[in-house]
């Protein structure tokens, strides 16, 4: 309840003025509980030395593009808005399935820019049904599992997250292989 439109503007002031490399505002309602205002948006995005921000929640993109400076990057903070985020005028994303599949993360990025709708369209629900089986159902011992069966070194989560299942593990492997993203 204490953390109001001005104790975030200062919080990221403050941050902003101490350090000598650039910052991004983080707005993560379902971490945190709570979710950044256009106003604070609109505020920091001014400072020099914040530069952009990750914003994972849903619906309020082009609020915030809206209220933000010219020189200000929103990205997206998870897959499932990233299409739309994209075709609002956010920058990127951050999102955790780029982690597994980079590839098919990037043609979904290319796509929108290239305004290719149904490419898009169709890597769009594609991915989001491929996020809700990995780290949606499993989180970040999903994501990690899924990165193994992509290839890459995922290894356990750190403590006190538990590595997934064997039943996870088959779960995340059919959600890979239906959609077409299993190597080998």
Known sequence: KRLTDEA?????????????????????????????????????????NVIGMKDTSKGTMSTY??????????????????FESLLLGAKGGVVSLANVFPAACCELYEACKAV???KARRLHYMLIKLNKSVSGSFGVAGVKYAAEVAGY?????????LPISSEGRQSIEQAIREAGLLKG
């Open 65 to 82: 593009i809206s209220a933000a400076g010219d020189d200000f990057d929103i990205l997206s903070g998870t897959i499932s808005t990233l």
């Open 153 to 161: 070194h995922g290894g356990d989560p750190r403590k006190p997250l």
């Open 116 to 118: 290719d709708l149904d």
């Open 8 to 48: 975030m503007i200062g919080y990221y002031t403050d941050v902003a003025d101490a350090v000598p490399v650039p910052v991004l505002a983080y707005n993560a309602p379902g971490f945190t509980g709570m979710t950044l205002t256009p106003k604070v948006v609109e505020v920091v995005s001014r400072h020099p």
